[in-house]
């Protein structure tokens, strides 16, 4: 009778110890589960916050390559189209100094600085237009926006219609230059890369947010392909977008046109 007793305890023992054996390793494996598995969730984040740090990178890059690029243009723009042809106002001033001229000389010297001066003139006003369009200083964002799209309206290869439901601050002028170059750059590749002879701008509100909506009727391109991601433009987009606080979205597929998104603040 005492040995069934003993037997029966040694059994329940055996029992309880294997119950608590059994909830020991579940306790483990869920242990070393979270362990792992939170691991690998922070080495997602470190790798997640690597690429976010190299794609800053790549803009930063971008921003100083195209200030240095730009200062060439300018610099190149200069010297061909001003010193050039101011050179050629000195050498004429000079020569008026030359003695016993007759009167046809001296009128054809004369003419050439007036016609060279003149020339100077409006290259300088060109270049100075191209850095910065007076109408959008003067007059804000919507003149500049209006008169963008007139100049590519009057080259007659593309029809451009812009529909702006939105006010623009005057005293935002510097947020707006971004906006004003991500439109240049936008209608240049439509109109050079995907031959497009439609382009159509809206400004309006979506789900409280101000947006543009920019879509074109050219060729399209494949927005994933790694080529298309050599130039400088669309990077440039992308850090002006961030500059002002927006977001964006392009979709586009080959020969179906391209669509632009972005939001600001
Ligand atoms: N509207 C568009 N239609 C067709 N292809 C486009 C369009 N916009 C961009 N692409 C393609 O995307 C590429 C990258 O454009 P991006 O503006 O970055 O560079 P790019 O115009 O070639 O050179 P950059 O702007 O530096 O002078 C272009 O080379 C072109 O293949
Ligand atoms: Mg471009």
């Not at 362990?35 to 800053?56: A, G, P, T, W």
């Not at 909506?213 to 130039?231: A, L, M, P, Q």
Request: with cysteine; proline share 2%; charged share 25%.
């Amino acid at each position: 009778m005492t040995s069934i007793i003993e037997l029966e305890n040694t059994q329940i023992i055996n029992a309880v110890f294997f119950i608590l054996l059994a909830f020991a390793s579940m306790f483990l494996i869920l242990v070393l589960f979270f362990y792992f598995s939170r691991k690998k969730i922070v080495q997602i984040e470190v790798d997640k916050k690597m690429l976010e740090i190299e794609h800053q990178k790549e803009l930063l890059e971008s921003v100083i390559v195209t200030q240095e690029e730009e200062r060439q243009r300018i610099a190149q723009d200069l010297h061909d189209d001003i010193s050039s042809k101011l050179n050629v106002v000195s050498i004429n001033t000079h020569l008026l100094r030359t003695p016993n001229l007759t009167v046809e000389e001296t009128n054809e010297i004369t003419s050439n600085i007036i016609n060279y001066t003149q020339n100077a003139l409006e290259n300088s006003r060109r270049i100075a237009h191209n850095l910065l369009p007076p109408v959008l200083e003067k007059f804000g964002f919507n003149a500049g926006i209006e008169e963008l799209v007139e100049e590519y309206n009057s080259t007659k290869k593309v029809k451009v219609v812009l529909k702006n439901e939105l006010v623009f601050d005057k005293a935002k002028f510097q947020k707006h230059l971004h906006i004003f170059r991500i439109l240049q750059e936008l209608l240049n590749n439509s109109i050079k890369h995907g031959k497009a002879t439609e382009v159509s701008i809206q400004f309006t509100n979506l789900d409280d947010e101000k947006v543009c909506i920019y879509k074109d009727n050219g060729k399209g391109f494949d927005v994933d392909k790694t080529s298309n991601h050599k130039g400088l433009g669309m990077r440039n987009i992308e850090s002006r977008i961030s500059f002002i606080g927006g977001a964006y979205s392009i979709d586009s597929t080959p020969n179906e046109g391209v669509k632009v998104i972005f939001n600001f603040k």
